[in-house]
């Protein structure tokens, strides 16, 4: 069974969206951390399900365009007096949660290509 077989399946489709989205929060979230002392700056954020409620309902791999359509504005931190409103403590469980999420997705893809290489090997896979 070739990797491209894999694409067919609806349920690693959904796993490689979420991943998607959670590389982007990610990325987004790393940006608020590069930019705790820029002043002026706003933290943003991305509202995980709606990124992927929009990503799963793409016809072909959307996760990153949907999370930047979900992107939106960090509201009640308080903001410095240089403008900026990034809080370390907001930003660093953000980031734990985003990452168990991406973990959580790989893990259950990984037991989906075992499963289907099972069954696909009569067992002996």
């Known amino acids: 069974m070739a990797i491209s077989d894999f694409t067919v399946d609806g349920f690693l489709n959904s796993l490689e969206r979420a991943m998607d989205v959670a590389s982007s929060r990610h990325e987004l979230l790393s940006s608020n951390v590069a ?12 509202d995980f399900d709606a990124a992927m409620k929009q990503a799963l309902r793409r016809d072909s791999s959307g996760g990153a365009a949907a999370a930047m359509a979900a992107l939106k504005e960090v509201e009640g931190m308080p903001v410095r007096q240089d403008g900026n409103n990034v809080s370390i403590e907001r930003e660093m469980l953000a980031l734990g949660s985003t990452r168990h999420r991406y973990s959580v997705a790989v893990e259950l893809a ?3 290509i075992k499963q289907l290489i099972a069954a696909t090997s009569g067992g002996r896979g």
């Open 110 to 112: 990984n037991l989906r």
């Open 35 to 46: 930019n705790v002392d820029t002043p002026g700056y706003s933290a943003v954020d991305l």
